[in-house]
């Protein structure tokens, strides 16, 4: 059984930063790919970063050069460590990992974690 569970949110001042973690269990971090998504409050849900099985990361364009998500396959953990934090990153994120095999889809979702960021 896959289980994702976040931790590390919490309220930190503009321009602050947190390091969220994403444990694993029921899957290998590292050969999975792995996505941290985000959802603020009367908005739909958005993809954040994520990491491939072979370690390339993607962005979203608000997040680059800010955020890097990275993983520790002896902790089967992936992290997004989040910098130089905007009122507008404030959000709950959740950890995410899906696939595909013979053509059924697997998506596993994390509980998520609350990040507010004050002005």
């Known amino acids: 059984q896959v289980q994702l569970v976040e931790s590390g949110g919490g309220t930190v001042r503009t321009g602050g930063s947190l390091r969220l973690s994403c444990a694993a269990s029921g899957i290998i971090v590292s050969s999975n790919a792995m996505g941290w998504y985000r959802q603020a409050p009367g908005k739909q849900r958005e993809p954040v970063a994520a990491?491939?099985?072979?370690?390339?990361?993607n962005y979203a364009d608000s997040v680059k050069g800010r955020f890097t998500i990275s993983r520790d396959n002896a902790k089967n953990t992936v992290y997004l460590q989040m910098n130089s934090l905007k009122p507008e990153d404030t959000a709950v994120y959740y950890c995410?990992?899906?696939?595909?095999?013979?053509?059924?889809?697997?998506?596993?979702w994390g509980q998520g974690t609350q990040v507010t960021v004050s002005s």
């Open positions: 995410n990992t899906h696939w595909t095999r013979w053509g059924q889809t697997y998506d596993y």
């Open positions: 990491i491939t099985g072979g370690g390339s990361t």
